[in-house]
């Protein structure tokens, strides 16, 4: 499974319509199998590609029946054939006893689970999901999320879902591949994602940062938070650091650096600080368990993990980088 993650306008509805062949693309070649199916000699149409697309908003048709929406792409095979297939499909994601029943009946959920039967019950190749979790409420969000990777992982399909939602890339992907500005800038599997990002955007994009502003001298970058070391930059060299929230240690006393509490939200497992801290024209923000700290207290000290620092250079050229492999996406 194949997690295409960015911000909106990034190019990941474009991308996945393209491979459906919804959309033809301006250069380059579009390989199924190792077999071209899109580019310069030739363009297969979608329904010749063997590909399932799963819409945002289900897509589901209104006056038919549960069991004809499921059986609608199953035009190849007798219609009792095609009824049985449906209704397999159906029970696979728990939904049989709506067989007979139309849309409206359904909640949200009910319609995903519905939406992926119907792209399932084909057998496609690929199956193609445009963020299909974004109108569900988070509660029922995680749970047809697990059920929905429980159905794919059980059926063996290959999937690419298009996400601007980080946790979600890392709870769904195999692998996942970050795009920004039509770009792809990273692609790898969330470890190396999370760990090894290539630049600022990346380690921004997988968790909430402070950013620093320094200079590289004698393999060392300052900052309010204390020194980042740098052996492979020149000095003189403008970097960007990047400190993550939850490396932000905050203890009554013992820390190597003063800070004072300016604000203080709970948040129910943590809870999230910001900070004034010596040198830092803007507040530093800490995320730290709940209780640790007592009610009411302001002057505090502060420590930072140095695994949850990250460095990077200033002026850099984006480009893609596959972590994982030498072949790329």
Do not use: W
């Amino acid at each position: 499974m194949l997690c295409l993650l960015g911000p909106s306008g990034s190019g990941k509805t474009t991308l996945l319509r393209i491979a459906a062949g919804i959309e033809a693309q301006s250069h380059g070649r579009l390989l199924l199998n190792g077999q071209e199916i899109a580019g310069p000699s030739q363009f297969l149409p979608p329904e010749k590609r063997g590909i399932g697309l799963m819409f945002q908003d289900f897509a589901l048709f209104p006056h038919m029946t549960i069991l004809d929406n499921v059986r609608f792409g199953l035009t190849e095979i007798p219609r009792k054939e095609a009824e049985a297939e449906a209704m397999a499909a159906l029970e696979r994601v728990g939904l049989a006893r709506y067989a007979q029943s139309y849309p409206h009946v359904l909640s949200g959920g009910e319609q995903q689970r519905v939406a992926l039967a119907r792209a399932l019950a084909p057998r496609p190749g690929v199956l193609l999901m445009d963020e299909p979790f974004s109108g569900l409420d988070s509660r029922l969000k995680d749970t047809i999320r697990a059920d929905t990777l429980a159905i794919l992982r059980e059926t063996r399909a290959t999937a690419i879902v298009v996400t601007h939602d980080a946790e979600e890339a890392m709870r769904m992907g195999d692998r996942i591949a970050l795009l920004k500005d039509g770009l792809l800038v990273q692609a790898g599997t969330a470890d190396d994602l999370y760990r090894r990002p290539t630049d600022l955007f990346t380690a921004a994009f997988f968790s909430e940062i402070n950013e620093f502003d320094a200079v590289v001298s004698g393999g060392r970058a300052e900052t309010p938070l204390g020194l980042a070391i740098t052996p492979e930059l020149a000095d003189g060299t403008p970097v960007s650091v990047a400190v993550r929230l939850s490396s932000v240690a905050v203890r009554e006393t013992g820390g190597s650096i003063p800070a004072r509490i300016l604000a203080r939200r709970f948040l129910g497992v943590v809870e999230l600080l910001s900070l004034a801290v010596p040198g830092s024209e803007q507040p530093v923000r800490a995320r730290i368990r709940a209780d640790q700290l007592p009610q009411g207290i302001r002057d505090v000290t502060v420590n930072v993990d140095t695994q949850g620092i990250l460095v990077f250079e200033k002026i850099r050229q984006t480009s893609y980088i596959d972590t994982t492999s030498q072949e790329g996406v």
